[in-house]
């Protein structure tokens, strides 16, 4: 719980919506890179942690609930 209180609080605002169970060290690390890549644009890098989300779903999404789960 340590790890996730001192994360940045728009990061955990976007954490406590994620569909993914994000542990707070992976999050940061994406975080980090994030933020980097948009220039310390908070915003662009939310997106940016969103697309990545929506990928994973989609990657998991047949292997989870079968090869016939609908594609969004």
């Not at 976007?14 to 980097?36: G, N, T």
């Not at 220039?39 to 942690?49: I, M, Y």
């Not at 990657?59 to 609908?70: C, L, N, S």
């Amino acid at each position: 719980m340590r790890e996730f209180d001192h994360l940045p609080r728009t990061l955990r605002l976007w954490l406590a919506e994620a569909a993914l169970p994000w542990s707070p060290r992976s999050v940061r690390r994406l975080w980090s890179k994030a933020l980097k890549q948009s220039g310390g644009c908070e915003a662009r890098a939310l997106a940016h942690l969103s697309e990545i989300e929506a990928k994973r779903l989609i990657h998991d999404a047949p292997r989870i609930w079968g090869a016939t789960f609908p594609q969004v």
